[in-house]
Structures are given as structure tokens and as C-alpha cells.
């Protein structure tokens, strides 16, 4: 027999994890246009640099298929600016985050490429 000559490609994944930490607010006050994600391994002002302007998806899986066929959902933003020193970021999505989805993990994809 020959040995066959598959290529094995690595999986890749062009995101990084990320958790919903709730919206931007005051004391008495929230603001639920803003959404505070913390991204998993960035623990500083000076790292969350990198993805400004990077898209974020939020996915959900609905009971009925949509137009693709797919069951799952994707709400879409980006990443606006830095919250405070420790590495969590402002975000904007096209409709705003449900409160249900405070705790929940988002999607960093990291394009688009600022280089």
C-alpha cells in the first residue's frame, strides 16, 4: 500500500474568548449601548491597544432556522475604547445586548488588522 499524502492543516481559530460583564453605567444611571467585555488574557490599559476596532460576535441558537439554514444567531460589534486600567474594554453592537447575556462569552475575532 502507499502511504497517502493527506495533508493534516491545523485547526486555527481567529478569535479569543471574551465574557460580558454588564453595560456601562453610574451610580443610578445605566447606559445599555455600552457593554463591558472583559477578553480573556489582557490585564492591562496598554493591551487592550490591540483590539480597538476589532469586530465581537455574540452568539445565540434560536428554535427555528433562519434564512441560511442555521439555527445560530450572531449579534455584531466592535470594540469602541478601554474601560478603566484593567483590561476591559466598551463595546457597541448593532442591537444592544439582552440582560440575560451579562456572564455569557463573546467572541474577540481579531480582524479587522489596524498593522
Known amino acids: 500500500m502507499a502511504p497517502s ?10 478569535y479569543v474568548k471574551g465574557a460580558i460583564l454588564g453595560y456601562q ?3 443610578r444611571n445605566q447606559n445599555n449601548n455600552v457593554s463591558l467585555i472583559k477578553i480573556k488574557g489582557v490585564d492591562s490599559k496598554a493591551d487592550t491597544d490591540f483590539y480597538l476596532g476589532k469586530k465581537i460576535a455574540y452568539i445565540t441558537k434560536g ?8 439555527k445560530f444567531r450572531v449579534n455584531w460589534g466592535k ?13 457597541r453592537f448593532r442591537r444592544n445586548l439582552p440582560p440575560q447575556s451579562i456572564g455569557q462569552r463573546v467572541r474577540v475575532m481579531l480582524y479587522p488588522s489596524r498593522v
Do not use: D, F, I, Q
Not at 5 to 14: N, V
Not at 63 to 70: I, L, W
Not at 81 to 91: D, E, I, K, P, Q
Open 79 to 91: 470594540v469602541a475604547r478601554a474601560h478603566g486600567s484593567n483590561g476591559v474594554v466598551r463595546c
Open 5 to 14: 499524502k493527506e495533508k493534516k492543516t491545523k485547526s486555527c481559530r481567529l
Open 63 to 70: 428554535h427555528t432556522p433562519g434564512k441560511n439554514g442555521s
Open 25 to 27: 453605567r453610574g451610580l
